[in-house]
């Protein structure tokens, strides 16, 4: 059975450049703030192991998140700057994937396509 799930995760992996941490995590509380403002964002929030931090974020369908990398984008430039992306994965099913490819290929993602499954 296919899913009917538009829902679309950003699954983003970071080091800290050595001596930055405080200041990468000031950045992620301000991207808290400013995606707050966000209508289509389901979830938002970074989790930290050391030097490492993980952004947990899902969005109602792939317009959701084009909005939320188009809001972003500077404080994710200045994020970039005092951090490594080690990884990057998208999830979503095809259709939902597939408006996010171009707007991101810069940053190498690995794309998952939800094939089953449903969303209450």
């Given amino acids: 059975m296919p899913t009917t799930d538009t829902c679309v995760t950003i699954v983003p992996y970071f080091k800290a450049h050595e001596g930055k941490l405080d200041h990468a995590k ?5 991207c808290v703030t400013q995606t707050e403002k966000e209508e289509k964002v389901l979830y938002y929030g970074f989790s930290f192991h050391g030097d490492e931090f993980h952004c947990r974020e899902g969005y109602v ?5 084009l909005a939320h990398l188009a809001n972003i984008g500077p404080l994710l430039g200045q994020v970039l700057e005092n951090a490594d992306l080690v990884k990057l994965e998208l999830h979503g099913p095809a259709a939902e994937l597939e408006k996010l490819k171009e707007p ?4 190498n993602p690995i794309c998952f396509t939800l094939e089953y499954g449903f969303r209450r």
């Fill in 26 to 30: 000031s950045l992620c509380e301000q």
């Fill in 104 to 107: 991101t290929k810069d940053l």
């Fill in 61 to 65: 369908d792939g317009d959701g998140a």
